[in-house]
């Protein structure tokens, strides 16, 4: 038999030894949970997926009612591709280019259209060399807003640089409002 | 009577469809095979985006012609924004091989395939994760995912292909 006041600490360490054993072993166990979540992937803001199809479904349609063949890409505020798709019969640059006309446009804020004087300057010919990935300063591509903020853009390419930004244009409905 | 509707619809459907798939091969051996098109691609990688969302993965999908040139793309929500050149580049990969990204893996330091890495401008991957398009004995073009291990980027694109009967 013991004391009372040994007992008592065996005890009391007992318990402590028992909550320590305890946190560990819910630790151990949230382990490897927290081990196969790789984290979350922090992806800059940009639109939707589901708004990036439609949008590019809005400017095919565009694009058939013109009777041109068009490609067109939805990028994030990165500049990241989001969606993308090639119409039947256009040829297979377009999509490099539509793809390069909205990372522009994503980049900067601006319609690419706007940016053939800084198309031309040897700061941007720096900029694009510094910048993976191709950009191209011609219209065909124009922001994406939401509430302000830039959250990405849209090209086409395929046609007449005019008809390339209308069919842009037609889809950007899809994301909202565009301010 | 019915019976005899049915029958006679049944009939129809098998001359219909045995005279379309004999055309499209007298087709085939004159301009090659049926091209991959939009409507297509974007129905394989509606079927990969089902595919993934059921597994609880996040992937990018691209689909690609026969020659390797993009046609259809799509990054699912919260997949990671570096998950697309790498679903492009081995459809593109499978495409131009004519064969599963994942075989390519071993020869990737052969001087042919540097070259045509070289040659595409840097963008092929070659890991597991796309197969190609066959049609008619031709490859008509490739998907590849990325985003999951690299087992489960070739399932998703398999169980799309087997989905849309391709």
Known sequence: MCRRSQCGSVRSSGVLAAVIF???AA???????????RGAPAAPPGPSADQAMAALHAAQEAAEALDVSLSCAVVDSRGDLIALARMDGARFYTTDVARGKARMSALFGQPSGDMAD???????????????????????????????????????????????EDAVRAALAVFGSSR | MNRIKNFSRALLTIMLVGGSLGA????????????????????????????AASKNLRLSIAVVDGRGDLIAATRM?????TTMDTAIGKA??????????ADLAERADSPLYRNMNEATGGRLRFFQGAVPIVRGGYTVGAVGASGASSQDDEDNVRAALAAVGL
Do not use: H, K
């Open chain 1, 22 to 24: 305890g946190a560990a």
């Open chain 2, 24 to 51: 499209s091969a007298e087709l085939a051996a004159q301009t090659g095979p049926q091209r991959l098109t939009l409507s297509e691609a974007q129905a394989i990688i509606a079927a990969a985006q089902r595919d």
């Open chain 1, 27 to 37: 630790a151990f166990a949230a382990a490897p949970a927290a081990a196969q979540q």
């Open chain 2, 92 to 101: 593109m990969g499978a495409a131009i091989f004519g064969r599963p990204s």
């Open chain 2, 77 to 81: 929500p919260n997949a990671r924004p």
């Open chain 1, 118 to 164: 800084f198309g031309n300057s040897p700061a941007f010919q720096s900029f694009n060399e510094t910048i993976p990935g191709p950009l191209y300063a011609f219209q065909g591509a124009l922001p994406i807003m939401r509430n302000g903020e830039l959250i990405g853009a849209m090209g086409c390419s395929g046609a007449a640089s005019q008809v390339d």
